[in-house]
């Protein structure tokens, strides 16, 4: 009975083990000032097939805040326990609108008929900070968001992740300084340096524009956290702070090579000698080979196979070469180990690397490569003497005797005999080909020449029309020192009825560049200091508010006619006082 028991016991805390609810809360801080936001996130994790969401999650009272919400929904699998996670992420940006002790109520959710709810957050509201009027906070109204391109990956395979900022203001996003990542234990992480920086339009009023982008290569299988990013800003004591994201890391299949030493991905591996030009390998004396692994993955120094030790040759510990980047696709590449041998024995010489072998996540199977081998002839000093020729050996001896002997009339080091063992092809085809280049431009100058010289002579033979008087020369001047606006108006018009918006936008540009140079060529100052010293404060803010209007509409993925039609009414109205 005691028996029977047990087992009932057991199974019961078994099936509790697999199927649980996780429904918690948190802030980045709790002591805040009015309208400085704060992180709140909600997070709802549900463990096995058998529990049922019954209701939505029921979000708490949030009137006291100004706020904006992003939310995503991620399925799991935990690769020690087999059973699936459903996981769900609510994240605001909290502005508080009134100051004191503010509690944050708790969220809710029904699940199998039981009612879950998050613990009430209080937080302390001070006064905003007094500050100029012509500060301003470029923290105010923005968020951080980060998402991994994939959410189950291998152990030791990359995943990108890619770091957004969110703003009202897309003035803000010149503030923010380079991202950095918490550290972390379990995870290598390496930052691209090339992506897209593009602002693109978003819901709320919001604006994005991807801050940074990480490769990230998990060192352990299980369900890791990836830290939050931290990104300050220039010239503010604010920093904002990105959400944490949950990765499955899945354990490698069974049956892994002997000689598998983590290296997931695709490679290819090649040894080779550094030395290209080497034709003797002489006993007791050094040379230098290398070692390549290339290709796209988890690329490291530590992946790369060694040479094997021999008795016939000395190697030394090598010199490594990182020559890897990371990218979008992994972090790719080549890592170089440059060896030091000795020969030791005289005859053929076989260097071979350790068997090595890779996983390739795409096939899901394991790829053995095996070990690569050089084969090189060792000689001694009477195998290099017996291979030159009698003229050599004739020339060597001469060579020995003058630098020993110096003759009371001359210097015999003058007199050693330079060996060439072939012609050199190369010099030869370079100074024919520098020979037929002189030609060519000899002969094209000349002619030139000869043309220059035929139309002098043609201009003395012909009368030009002089200028009558002087207000005719006035007025030419005055014709070509003037700016050209209705041709680029024309041009722009144009534009405006092809449903170009790409090319429309180029030509404003030309002409805001045309009128600066205008300006600055007649005026000495830019055209918006033009405009500001000549009729004031209101069109110089007619003008930033045109320059404003471009912006925003030109990286807009929807803009429409009739914006670019008012837009080019302002460029006439505002233009038109140049």
């Known amino acids: 009975m005691i028996r029977k028991n047990l087992y009932i016991l057991f199974l019961l805390a078994s099936a509790c083990s697999f199927a649980q609810v996780n429904l918690y ?7 805040t000032r009015v309208n400085s936001p704060i992180a709140f996130t909600i997070v709802l994790e549900i463990f096995g097939e058998d529990l049922i969401q019954e209701t939505p999650v029921k979000l708490p009272d949030l009137t006291k805040f100004d706020y904006a919400i992003s939310s995503e929904q991620n399925t799991l699998i935990d ?12 994240q605001f940006s909290l502005s508080p609108k009134q100051t004191g002790n503010v509690k944050i109520g708790s969220a809710l959710v029904k699940i199998n008929g039981k009612m879950y709810k998050t613990e009430p957050i209080d937080i302390v509201v001070k006064e905003a900070e007094k500050k100029p009027l ?12 980060m998402q991994l391109e994939e959410r189950e990956v291998y152990k030791d395979e990359p995943v990108v992740a890619v770091l957004k900022a969110f703003s009202r203001n897309i003035s803000n996003f010149r503030h923010l300084e380079p991202a950095k990542f918490e550290a972390a234990r379990n995870l290598m992480i390496r930052s691209i340096a090339n992506f897209d920086e593009s602002i693109e339009d978003t819901e709320n009023d919001y604006s994005s524009q991807v801050v940074g982008m990480f490769v990230i290569v998990p060192k352990v299988a299980g369900i890791m956290d990836v830290p939050p990013v931290e990104i300050p800003f220039a010239n503010h004591k604010n920093t904002l702070v990105s959400n944490k994201v949950k990765l499955n890391v899945k354990r490698l299949p069974e049956g892994a090579p002997m000689n598998f030493h983590n290296a997931v991905g695709k490679y290819d591996v090649k040894i080779e000698m550094i030395d290209k030009g080497k034709e003797n390998f002489e006993i007791n004396k050094a040379f230098n080979i290398a070692v390549k692994v290339s290709g796209c993955g988890n690329l490291s120094p530590s992946i790369v196979p060694k040479i094997l030790p021999s008795p016939d040759y000395e190697v030394f510990e090598p010199k490594i070469i990182n020559n890897s980047t990371p990218t979008t696709k992994g972090i790719e590449g080549a890592v170089e180990a440059q060896y030091v041998i000795i020969p030791k024995k005289r005859g053929d010489l076989k260097i071979s690397t350790e068997n090595f072998s890779y996983f390739d996540p795409k096939e899901e199977k394991y790829v053995e490569v095996g070990s690569k081998v050089l084969v090189l002839n060792a000689v001694n000093a009477q195998d290099i003497a017996n291979a030159k020729t009698t003229l050599q050996k004739v020339n060597e001896y001469t060579n020995n005797v003058l630098e020993k002997v110096d003759s009371p009339v001359m210097d015999t080091k003058k007199l ?7 012609l050199n092809w190369l010099g030869i085809f370079g100074n024919l080909l520098i020979i037929g280049f002189g030609s060519i431009v000899f ?31 006035e007025a030419l001047l005055r014709n070509k020192d003037k700016f050209d606006l209705d041709s680029s108006i024309n041009y722009l018009t ?10 429309f936008f180029d030509a404003f540009e030309e002409l805001k560049s045309d009128a600066d140079k205008f300006s600055q060529s007649h005026y000495s100052m830019t055209f918006s200091e033009y405009l500001r010293s000549n009729f004031g404060l209101s069109d110089y803010e007619k003008y930033n508010q045109l320059i404003t209007k471009v912006n925003i509409e030109k990286y807009s993925p929807f803009s429409s006619k009739e914006k670019q039609t008012e837009i080019l009414n302002e460029i006439v109205e505002v233009y038109k006082l140049l």
């Open 443 to 473: 002969v094209y100058f000349n002619k030139r020449r000869k043309e220059k010289k035929k139309l002098e002579l043609e201009k003395k033979k012909t009368f030009t029309a002089p200028i009558v008087n002087i207000e005719e020369t």
């Open 416 to 422: 050693q005999v330079k060996e060439h063992n072939k």
């Open 25 to 31: 809360s948190e802030v980045n801080t709790q002591d």
């Open 79 to 90: 690769p020690v326990k087999k059973i699936r996670i459903n996981q769900m992420v609510y």
């Open 134 to 145: 012509a500060t301003n906070n470029p923290s105010k109204s923005m968020y951080l968001q």
């Open 494 to 503: 144009k534009k405006l009825s092809d449903e170009n918006p790409s090319q």
